[in-house]
């Protein structure tokens, strides 16, 4: 499970396109690009509001992302009751049922 949240990346651009950051599946930025020229063409304010939509707009993709992979139905595992029912059949009545390490009484 782990390894598969680990997979996700989401880099989703700024409303201008010229910002471009990495987020991971908890949230967290690994990278952030900046178009050449982005620093003069912005000042402080609209350089951060850009930077901080962009971070916004791929946290959320990530988490999209990070629920569409959790909640992935080939994922999940079999229930019990399915697979005892194909060991049975596959065993056939005359087999005796395992212990699983327990002593017998």
Known sequence: MRERTEEIVARRPSPSGLVIPEVDAMGRLRDLYLAPG????????????????????????????????????????????????????????GKQLPNFGKAEQ
């Not at 707009?57 to 959790?70: F, G, K, P, V």
């Not at 080939?74 to 049975?88: K, S």
Request: with cysteine; proline share 7%; hydrophobic share 40%.
């Open 38 to 93: 982005t620093c003069a063409r912005f000042g402080n304010r609209e350089l951060a509001d850009e930077i901080v939509a962009a971070i916004a707009e791929s946290a959320a993709d990530a988490r999209r992302q990070y629920h569409l992979r959790m909640n992935d139905p080939g994922d999940r595992p079999r229930p019990i009751a399915e697979v005892m029912r194909e060991w049975r059949a596959r065993t056939g009545p």
